[in-house]
């Protein structure tokens, strides 16, 4: 066990002699401040809010279904009825019932396709953004002269100083080009 401690402190002593350059981006920060990010963001929440809708509208459609079924159920169970009007009654609740399991089925299924689309989103635009800052890291690690970057998230401790979120932030929204169309000029007082 003695012979396996010195052999870590023998390989690991180079690293502590010759500490190299760091430097620490924080991820999380760069994805609430990078205009891209911020932007594809706004998009994902309109469609999640445009889904939502859908949802609530397609709810609804199987509530009406599904008391328009329970009434004819229920109609087909009044006493007063004859054996001819209750099978009546009764097959018309079995199409019912049919095309209410069919509709909740659909709904079941555009549930999950939307919400399938939408993680979908969320991980292209999360993968987009950590290769944007692992790019811009790159090139701001060799202007700097760091020897690494690491991610805050991985990291127990850090000095401040180490920290060129900022700078990522700032290089990656100066050469973001938005997708957005521009805001109409306000129009000139009289």
């Known amino acids: 066990m003695k012979t ?3 052999l870590i402190l023998l390989a690991t002593a180079p690293v502590f002699a010759a500490a190299p350059n760091v430097g620490v981006v924080d991820v999380v920060e760069v994805m609430a401040k990078y205009n891209k990010a911020v932007e594809t963001k706004a998009g994902i929440d309109k469609s999640v809010q445009s889904t939502r809708e859908a949802v609530a509208e397609r709810e609804k ?5 599904k008391a328009d079924f329970d009434s004819t159920v229920k109609r087909s169970q009044d006493p007063i ?3 001819a009007g209750k099978r009546s009654l009764q097959s018309e609740a079995q199409i019912k019932q049919g095309a209410f399991q069919q509709r909740q089925n659909e709904y079941v299924q555009f549930v999950q396709s939307a919400q399938a689309t ?6 292209e635009m999360e993968r987009q953004v950590v290769s944007d800052v ?5 090139k701001l690690a060799k202007e700097k002269g760091l020897q690494l970057v690491v991610p ?11 920290d060129i979120t900022a700078d990522v932030i700032k290089a990656l929204n100066d050469g973001y080009k938005s997708v957005l169309p521009a805001p109409a ?3 000139a007082a009289k």
């Open 81 to 83: 009825l004859n054996d």
């Open 61 to 65: 459609e199987l509530q009406a279904l």
């Open 4 to 6: 396996l401690s010195a």
């Open 152 to 162: 805050k998230a991985v990291t127990f401790f850090s000095e401040s100083t180490l």
């Open 185 to 187: 000029p306000a129009p």
């Open 118 to 123: 939408i993680q979908q989103r969320l991980q």
């Open 134 to 138: 692992r790019v811009q890291s790159e």
